[in-house]
């Protein structure tokens, strides 16, 4: 199975902050690579698809980047509904693999 | 709008059985490969099985669940299963199911249901 590696595994961030997030892969996965936000209690939401694609009525603060092994997530200014938990995913084999997750709480 | 209901959790006792249901509406369920995606309390996810949109072509399992769990589907009733035997404690999750975006099997999930909790224990 592919592994995806996400770092850190917790941010502590403030409000108007730009954030980045990493997603690394075992092995060459193209653009096969999604985000996905988690709220306490709910299920993921698509941010981002083939790795830099916004998902429809996701906000342009949110951005991606990446190819091959490295993906990284950016928001650029932080906002209060953004503290959440974030989860890359990769799409280039049927066994769809997520990364370990980072949680974003506020600082 | 799509829609999609898992029902069918809860507890119960190692060695025993669950199925799992999914109700989707809103859309041309039988035109889409499904996806369950589990996880367990305070973890991250972890995917489970697909099955092809005919129900038939192919199904699919993660190690952890191979031999154990089955997927299927009843496209008249637009309706997903998740079957699962031999429950350990290790199955304890949140259990959802998911749609990819396009329809086919690799894809990521552009809708997901509410989650039904799944708690095995003595």
């Known amino acids: 199975d592919i592994q995806l590696t996400q770092s850190p595994s917790f941010l502590s961030a403030s409000v108007g902050d730009r954030v980045t997030i990493t997603c690394r892969a075992s092995?060459?996965?193209?653009?096969?690579l999604a985000w996905y936000q988690q709220k306490p209690g709910k299920a993921p939401k698509l941010l981002i698809y083939?790795?830099?694609t916004l998902q429809s009525g996701v906000p342009s603060r949110f951005s991606g980047r990446g190819s091959g092994t490295e993906f990284t997530l950016t928001i650029s200014s932080l906002q209060p509904e953004d503290f959440a938990a974030y989860y890359c995913?990769?799409?280039?084999?049927?066994?769809?693999?997520f990364g370990g997750g980072t949680k974003v709480e506020i600082k | 709008q799509v829609q999609l209901m898992e029902s069918g959790g809860g507890v119960v006792l190692p060695g025993r059985s669950l199925r799992l249901s999914c109700a989707a509406s809103?859309?041309?369920?039988?035109?889409?490969?499904f996806h369950w995606v589990r996880q367990a309390p305070g973890k991250g996810l972890e995917w489970v099985a697909v099955?092809?949109?005919?129900?038939?072509?192919?199904?699919y399992y993660a190690d952890s669940v191979k031999g154990r769990f089955t997927i299927s589907r009843d496209n008249s009733r637009n309706t997903l299963y998740l079957q699962m035997n031999s429950l350990r404690p290790d199955d304890t999750a949140v259990y959802y199911c998911?749609?990819?975006?396009?329809?086919?099997?690799?894809?990521?999930?552009?809708?997901w249901g509410q989650g039904t909790l799944v708690t095995v224990s003595s």
């Open positions: 083939v790795a830099s």
């Open positions: 099955i092809s949109a005919d129900g038939i072509t192919f199904d």
């Open positions: 998911a749609r990819p975006r396009r329809g086919v099997i690799t894809d990521p999930f552009d809708y």
């Open positions: 092995q060459d996965i193209s653009s096969y």
């Open positions: 995913q990769q799409f280039n084999s049927y066994r769809l693999t």
């Open positions: 809103g859309f041309t369920f039988s035109t889409y490969t």
